[in-house]
């Protein structure tokens, strides 16, 4: 039978007759009382397209928790928008509306002695905070992430909130007219979802995942699709299994398991406020982690996608490319992330990427169509000391020059862009002379399809020293 150690402290004994009576009123039976007793914490609201579709997700979380042998009682927090309250004085509250998050997932789950939680939530702070409070609290729980936005579409290009931001710039600077500008603002957020591109919200659902705190390719599905309902009914599950077992968010949580969404952050090129997320969650979880760790694993990985704001793509392109198991199958491979670690799911990370294959398919000798392959015999023969080997040499025609500027450069080079990762401006030098800084980003190389998302490195991948 479920664990329900917590929850018959007040729902067993003659003396608890009185809170009976109340939970009999809720929907409680005869039958129920010995049943683990979950919350399911509801960042729903109409305040943002983030959160707008996590009523559909709390409903069937509910629905899903009885048929499994669960008690169910749901509860809501707060969330405000920062892409809303940006640029007025509303984005004061921004930060610390994390702490009210935390702190009321925190309040309701130990006022009521819940025996676990589900956390549903789709928003820059709805994702920390309710880490925070997971952390804190230390009894089974999950996150549910409530989806990413579905790109927008104008004059065939994908848009995201950020091109309505970048269309202000334009329309000051005189370069678009008010009918632009409009068109922009109107087709920019199409629908439900966090904002699209690597942002907060997908950058922390993609450490949440990482970190095994959040079911496989859950953090990058469209919020609108039939498989987040899916996922979320899943996630119950897994939840039902975790209060049963007690398996514990620290011990999922662990010095590892952050290593292993900081090197998901890295290689998906996410967005810098999870430092000052991921630190405030190890903090939580009694976790030693130190904003130099960032740094350091940073010279480890490659920046492996190409997605929003810097890039082209979406999250759900990635998601079209295999999502966040396919980034951590690549870094698994060669080294850079930790395949010990315990899941919510109950199984290592390892175990949960074995049926993982290149792009999410089954068959690995089915590829996506993506970069067409490089390999170790096409390697540019110039000495080390030949300046043609330098950044700038690929006019010379060597079509595997960026392997090269791994060898010469070590493991900070970014291999979708070209450039060193920490400041290099022979990419800005090169876009002034009306050249592509990189054979991967010139028309002709890109396959136009979800798979160009990665960088395909083919049967040599540039990671592997």
Same mark, same amino acid.
């Given at each position: 039978?479920?664990?329900?150690?917590?929850?018959?402290?007040?729902?067993?004994?003659?003396?608890?007759?009185?809170?009976?009576?109340?939970?009999?009123? *809720?929907?409680?039976?005869?039958?129920?009382?010995?049943?683990?007793?979950?919350?399911?914490?509801?960042?729903?609201?109409?305040?943002?397209? &983030?959160?707008?579709?996590?009523? #559909?997700?709390?409903?069937?979380?509910?629905?899903?928790?009885?048929?499994?042998?669960?008690?169910?009682?749901?509860?809501? %927090?707060?969330?405000?928008?920062?892409?809303?309250?940006?640029?007025?004085?509303?984005?004061?509250? =921004?930060?610390?509306?994390?702490?009210?998050?935390?702190?009321?997932?925190?309040?309701?789950?130990?006022? @009521?002695?819940?025996?676990?939680?589900?956390?549903?939530?789709? &928003?820059?702070?709805?994702?920390?905070?309710?880490?925070?409070?997971?952390?804190?609290?230390?009894?089974?729980?999950?996150?549910?992430?409530?989806?990413?936005?579905?790109?927008?579409?104008?004059?065939?290009?994908?848009? #995201?909130?950020?091109?309505?931001?970048?269309?202000?710039?334009?329309?000051?600077?005189?370069?678009?007219?008010?009918?632009?500008?409009?068109?922009?603002?109107?087709?920019?957020? /199409?629908?439900?979802?966090? &904002?699209?591109?690597?942002?907060?919200?997908?950058?922390?659902?993609?450490?949440?995942?990482?970190?095994?705190?959040?079911?496989?390719?859950?953090?990058?599905?469209?919020?609108?699709?039939?498989?987040?309902? @899916?996922?979320?009914?899943? =996630?119950?599950?897994?939840? $039902?299994?975790? *209060?049963?077992?007690?398996?514990?968010?620290? @011990?999922?949580?662990?010095?590892?398991?952050?290593?292993?969404?900081?090197? *998901?952050?890295?290689? %998906?090129? +996410?967005?810098?406020?999870?430092?000052?997320?991921?630190?405030?969650?190890?903090?939580?979880?009694?976790?030693?982690?130190?904003?130099?760790?960032?740094? !350091?694993?940073?010279?480890?990985?490659? *920046?492996?996608?190409?997605?929003?704001?810097? +890039?082209?793509?979406?999250?759900?392109?990635?998601?079209?490319?295999?999502?966040?198991?396919?980034?951590?199958?690549?870094?698994?491979?060669?080294?850079?992330?930790?395949?010990?670690?315990?899941?919510?799911? +109950?199984?290592?990370?390892?175990?949960?990427?074995?049926?993982?294959? $290149?792009?999410?398919?089954?068959?690995?000798?089915?590829?996506?169509?993506?970069?067409?392959?490089?390999?170790?015999?096409?390697?540019?023969?110039? /000495?080390?000391?030949?300046? =043609?080997?330098?950044?700038?040499?690929?006019? =010379?025609?060597?079509?595997?020059?960026?392997?090269? !500027?791994?060898?010469?450069?070590?493991?900070?080079?970014?291999?979708?862009?070209?450039?060193?990762?920490?400041?290099?401006?022979?990419?800005? @030098?090169?876009?002034?002379?009306?050249?592509?800084?990189?054979?991967?980003?010139?028309?002709?190389?890109?396959?136009?399809?979800? +798979?160009?998302?990665?960088?395909?490195?083919?049967?040599?991948?540039?990671?592997?020293?």
């Amino acid at each position: 039978m479920p664990n329900n150690s917590r929850s018959k402290i007040i729902t067993s004994g003659v003396e608890r007759a009185p809170n009976r009576s109340m939970l009999r009123a *809720v929907g409680f039976g005869d039958d129920d009382f010995d049943k683990p007793i979950v919350g399911i914490a509801n960042g729903y609201s109409n305040i943002t397209p &983030c959160n707008v579709g996590l009523q #559909t997700l709390a409903d069937a979380a509910m629905d899903e928790a009885r048929k499994v042998g669960l008690m169910p009682q749901v509860f809501g %927090t707060i969330t405000i928008s920062d892409g809303i309250s940006m640029g007025t004085l509303g984005m004061k509250y =921004s930060l610390i509306s994390r702490e009210v998050i935390a702190d009321s997932i925190e309040t309701v789950c130990n006022g @009521q002695q819940m025996d676990g939680v589900l956390v549903i939530g789709g &928003c820059d702070k709805n994702m920390p905070g309710g880490m925070i409070a997971i952390a804190r609290l230390n009894i089974p729980a999950i996150y549910v992430y409530g989806g990413t936005i579905k790109a927008g579409h104008l004059n065939g290009k994908d848009m #995201t909130v950020v091109s309505a931001f970048e269309a202000v710039g334009e329309y000051l600077a005189g370069k678009i007219d008010d009918a632009a500008l409009t068109a922009v603002e109107k087709h920019a957020c /199409p629908g439900a979802g966090s &904002c699209g591109g690597m942002y907060t919200a997908n950058t922390m659902s993609s450490a949440i995942e990482a970190m095994g705190m959040g079911l496989p390719y859950s953090s990058t599905m469209a919020a609108e699709d039939d498989e987040k309902v @899916q996922s979320t009914l899943d =996630s119950v599950a897994a939840l $039902a299994a975790a *209060v049963e077992n007690q398996l514990l968010p620290r @011990q999922i949580m662990t010095r590892k398991a952050f290593e292993n969404a900081i090197a *998901v952050i890295m290689a %998906t090129g +996410g967005s810098t406020n999870a430092v000052l997320h991921l630190l405030a969650i190890a903090h939580s979880a009694e976790v030693d982690l130190k904003i130099d760790d960032f740094e !350091e694993i940073r010279r480890k990985v490659p *920046v492996l996608c190409d997605l929003k704001p810097s +890039g082209m793509y979406v999250a759900t392109d990635l998601h079209k490319a295999g999502g966040i198991p396919e980034v951590m199958r690549i870094l698994l491979e060669h080294g850079l992330i930790h395949g010990d670690c315990m899941t919510i799911t +109950g199984k290592t990370v390892a175990e949960n990427l074995e049926p993982v294959n $290149a792009f999410g398919r089954a068959d690995r000798s089915v590829r996506a169509p993506c970069h067409p392959p490089f390999r170790r015999s096409d390697l540019c023969s110039r /000495p080390p000391g030949d300046p =043609s080997r330098k950044f700038g040499s690929r006019r =010379s025609g060597c079509k595997d020059h960026w392997y090269q !500027e791994f060898v010469d450069h070590g493991p900070g080079t970014c291999f979708r862009f070209g450039r060193r990762l920490h400041g290099s401006d022979h990419g800005s @030098q090169d876009k002034r002379r009306g050249r592509s800084r990189h054979p991967l980003r010139r028309p002709e190389r890109r396959a136009r399809n979800a +798979g160009d998302a990665f960088a395909d490195f083919g049967d040599h991948w540039p990671g592997a020293w």
